[in-house]
């Protein structure tokens, strides 16, 4: 076997093993949505926390906006809202330069869970990479953004 062969086994099996690793870390987000959804509502499925996370990220949005940004059916993000307003998660009001459309902001309970349990992943997170070196930090966001932005 040349070096070249065997060098791009290496980088193929080294190329297998990330992607079974994100395959993993994939599952494990999905599961995350679910558990943080429970944590919010009992009734609240994953995309109804994404969507109330996105509200709390953005302050004020609309379903199309929603629809837009998460890539999901506008239908889907209309019966979602409409969870979170029966939860008393999300409020709407008409759109001063539309009347038409609805501007949708989350409500003072909605930001104080959703804050909990985004503090309580960024803590875990941190914890995990505070125990590697600055460079292997660095090193992992760079993937990560080299493969985000394909």
Do not use: C, W
């Amino acid at each position: 076997m040349s070096p070249v062969t065997e060098t791009s086994d290496h980088v193929d099996e080294a190329i297998a093993q990330v992607e079974e690793q994100l395959s993993v870390l994939f599952s494990r987000a999905r599961l995350l949505f679910k558990e943080n959804a429970a944590r919010i509502h009992p009734e609240l499925r994953p995309v109804g926390y994404k969507i109330l996370s996105t509200i709390v990220r953005l302050g004020e949005t609309n379903a199309s906006v929603l629809a837009d940004m998460l890539e999901t059916d506008k239908a889907v993000v209309s019966r979602q809202v409409r969870m979170l307003e029966e939860a008393d998660l999300v409020v709407s009001r008409s759109d001063a330069k539309d009347g038409r459309a609805r501007v949708l902001s989350a409500t003072p309970a909605a930001i104080e869970r959703i804050t909990a349990v985004r503090a309580e992943q960024q803590d875990r997170l941190r914890g995990l990479l505070r125990s590697r070196p600055e460079h292997e930090v660095r090193d992992f966001a760079a993937m990560l953004h080299l493969i985000a932005a394909d």
